[in-house]
């Protein structure tokens, strides 16, 4: 690989245009943080894409399918599934508690909210009848008060008003205009009994301390406070969304394969009936991750609560914000498809207007990886230069299969990973660790991560973003 880059600043990386680009594309790193050249190879080939007009990458940019993860794609006339992802509104939640963090309380409520919420690939929780759980992914979280039969733990324990709360606090208010017309028998099948189950991979639900607030206005205006315990939910659209995504990849390549960069970088016509169908069924999938997390919050805060005795116990969200998405939005005065994958919107309060934090702006919620602090930002008038857009996470430095070999599901190492069991309990100490697959684990340890702070360190110089509060883990529930 042969990619001309230019230092542009002390955190600006630039791929100058050159071969098929048709726009420079800028990365914001520092020179702390190992840039993958495959990551770069990617991010060069969407700049090659047509009517692209805005491609960059953040900090924890990393090899992605088609486009790395960690990117910020722009354009006018095309949607490109493999820009936002297979994991369709991956995204995070805050749950905020009265309670003074404290690591056995936080064992306590890690062990009950695995009760209710099952870890790992392939699992079923809250199901709903079929009419029902199209109303639902067609409405998003609005429409659960629509439900027709409202029977067993998770409507015992809905809070209409709170959930009339949580939806203000909410991208999009939780709620996309979706199509279900667009979506496969098949992704229904696998999305109709998932709700309320984290999945595999990346995600987890921690129990973590605040343990340092950098702005206290902000962080009392969001509920923070210095050694309060709080509950980060991270998870997505499941074998619901992954189903989707599949399907328009596949039919993106047959209308665009000869047009495309490359056989994993296909995309469709903006206005054609198939770029509208995959709008449809993506918005659908974004409401599925949307309602994902609104019902775990519900079976964790009633796990909280009867713990502790108190149904009144308040434990309001600060916010609920998506990581893989496409939406058409405003930008320089041109209306874009601006595809986020693995970014975080974080809007200014200049476009939090009729939201509940116009005054201050979005709140950015950042999860570091398993074992290491996770961070509350809040999006700044400078972060038009990214379309609005920041990091999403720390970003991986090495391959799953790298970081944790090959083991068999008897425990047989059949491949020594980089990391070793040893190293993985040193990451981990003093962490409750919770996990639904011991063989595949490490493919999730801190080591496997970029550093998070040196990631959010680049956003808050560059100005992007404000740092309002570092919380730490004290339990981890994983895939």
Same mark, same amino acid.
């Given at each position: 690989?042969?990619?001309?880059?230019?230092?542009? +600043?002390?955190?600006? %990386? %630039?791929?100058?245009?050159?071969?098929? !680009?048709?726009?420079?594309?800028?990365?914001?790193?520092?020179?702390?943080?190992?840039?993958?050249?495959?990551?770069?190879?990617?991010?060069?080939?969407?700049?090659?894409?047509?009517?692209?007009? #805005?491609?960059?990458? !953040?900090?924890?940019?990393?090899? $992605?399918?088609?486009?790395?993860?960690?990117?910020?794609?722009?354009?006018?006339?095309?949607?490109?599934?493999?820009?936002?992802?297979?994991?369709?509104?991956?995204?995070?939640?805050?749950?905020?508690?009265?309670?003074?963090?404290?690591?056995?309380?936080?064992?306590?409520?890690?062990?009950?909210?695995? #009760?209710?919420?099952? %870890? +790992?690939?392939?699992?079923?929780?809250?199901?709903?009848?079929?009419?029902?759980?199209?109303?639902?992914?067609?409405?998003?979280?609005?429409?659960?008060?629509?439900?027709?039969? =409202?029977?067993?733990?998770?409507?015992?324990?809905?809070?209409?008003?709170?959930?009339?709360?949580?939806?203000?606090?909410?991208? @999009?208010?939780?709620?996309?205009?979706?199509? /279900?017309?667009?979506?496969?028998?098949?992704?229904?099948?696998?999305?109709?009994?998932? %709700?309320?189950?984290?999945?595999?991979?990346?995600?987890?639900? @921690?129990?973590?301390?605040?343990?340092?607030?950098?702005?206290?206005?902000?962080?009392?205006?969001?509920?923070?406070?210095?050694?309060?315990?709080?509950?980060?939910?991270?998870?997505?659209?499941? $074998?619901?969304?992954?189903?989707?995504?599949?399907?328009?990849?596949?039919?993106?390549?047959?209308?665009?394969?000869?047009?495309?960069?490359? =056989?994993?970088?296909?995309?469709?016509?903006?206005?054609?009936?198939?770029?509208?169908?995959?709008?449809?069924?993506?918005?659908?999938?974004?409401?599925?991750?949307?309602?994902?997390?609104?019902?775990?919050?519900?079976?964790?805060?009633?796990?909280?609560?009867?713990?502790?005795?108190?149904?009144?116990?308040?434990?309001?969200?600060?916010?609920?914000?998506?990581?893989?998405?496409?939406?058409?939005? @405003?930008?320089?005065?041109?209306?874009?498809?601006?595809?986020?994958?693995?970014?975080?919107?974080?809007?200014?309060?200049? #476009?939090?207007?009729?939201?509940?934090?116009?005054?201050? +702006?979005?709140?950015? /919620?950042?999860?570091?990886?398993?074992?290491?602090?996770?961070?509350?930002?809040?999006?700044?008038?400078?972060?038009?230069?990214?379309?609005?857009?920041?990091?999403?996470?720390? $970003? #991986?430095?090495?391959?799953?299969?790298?970081?944790?070999?090959?083991?068999?599901? =008897?425990?047989?190492?059949?491949?020594?990973?980089?990391?070793?069991?040893?190293?993985?309990?040193?990451?981990?100490?003093?962490?409750?660790?919770?996990?639904?697959?011991?063989?595949?684990?490490?493919?999730?340890?801190?080591?496997?991560?970029?550093?998070?702070?040196?990631?959010?360190?680049?956003?808050?110089?560059?100005?992007?973003?404000?740092?309002?509060?570092?919380?730490?883990?004290?339990?981890?529930?994983?895939?």
């Amino acid at each position: 690989m042969n990619i001309s880059l230019t230092q542009r +600043g002390k955190y600006e %990386l %630039l791929i100058e245009k050159q071969d098929r !680009m048709l726009i420079e594309a800028p990365i914001y790193t520092s020179d702390k943080i190992t840039l993958e050249p495959d990551s770069i190879e990617q991010l060069k080939n969407a700049a090659s894409l047509p009517s692209v007009v #805005r491609a960059f990458g !953040m900090p924890d940019i990393h090899v $992605g399918y088609g486009v790395p993860i960690g990117s910020v794609v722009a354009t006018r006339d095309i949607v490109i599934p493999a820009a936002v992802g297979y994991d369709i509104n991956c995204g995070m939640r805050v749950i905020t508690t009265p309670m003074k963090a404290d690591a056995k309380e936080a064992i306590r409520i890690a062990e009950s909210i695995r #009760r209710d919420i099952p %870890l +790992g690939e392939g699992k079923r929780n809250i199901s709903l009848p079929e009419n029902d759980f199209r109303m639902v992914v067609e409405g998003g979280v609005k429409a659960l008060r629509r439900v027709s039969r =409202k029977e067993g733990r998770l409507w015992d324990a809905r809070d209409e008003r709170e959930e009339n709360e949580d939806i203000q606090k909410i991208e @999009e208010f939780g709620s996309m205009e979706g199509d /279900l017309t667009a979506v496969s028998q098949r992704a229904l099948e696998r999305g109709k009994s998932q %709700l309320a189950t984290l999945g595999g991979g990346n995600h987890f639900i @921690e129990i973590q301390e605040v343990q340092r607030v950098f702005d206290m206005k902000l962080a009392e205006r969001f509920g923070l406070y210095q050694g309060q315990m709080v509950v980060m939910i991270h998870t997505g659209s499941r $074998g619901f969304g992954h189903e989707i995504a599949g399907d328009y990849m596949r039919k993106a390549k047959q209308v665009s394969l000869d047009r495309a960069p490359n =056989k994993d970088l296909c995309f469709l016509d903006a206005g054609t009936k198939l770029a509208d169908e995959y709008i449809g069924a993506m918005r659908c999938a974004a409401n599925f991750g949307f309602l994902n997390r609104q019902i775990m919050a519900v079976l964790i805060r009633h796990d909280i609560r009867m713990l502790y005795g108190d149904h009144t116990m308040p434990l309001p969200i600060i916010y609920d914000v998506a990581h893989n998405i496409v939406k058409l939005e @405003e930008h320089f005065g041109q209306r874009l498809w601006v595809h986020r994958k693995g970014a975080t919107r974080a809007f200014p309060k200049s #476009r939090m207007a009729g939201t509940v934090y116009a005054d201050v +702006g979005q709140p950015v /919620l950042i999860p570091g990886s398993m074992g290491t602090a996770s961070y509350v930002l809040l999006g700044t008038e400078e972060s038009a230069k990214t379309l609005n857009s920041v990091n999403h996470g720390a $970003g #991986r430095t090495m391959s799953r299969t790298r970081a944790a070999g090959v083991v068999s599901r =008897k425990g047989k190492v059949k491949k020594s990973g980089a990391i070793s069991d040893e190293e993985f309990r040193e990451a981990m100490h003093g962490i409750h660790l919770i996990c639904e697959d011991r063989f595949a684990i490490k493919e999730e340890a801190p080591q496997a991560y970029k550093d998070i702070d040196e990631v959010v360190h680049v956003v808050a110089e560059l100005g992007l973003a404000k740092i309002v509060a570092r919380m730490v883990p004290l339990a981890v529930l994983k895939g």
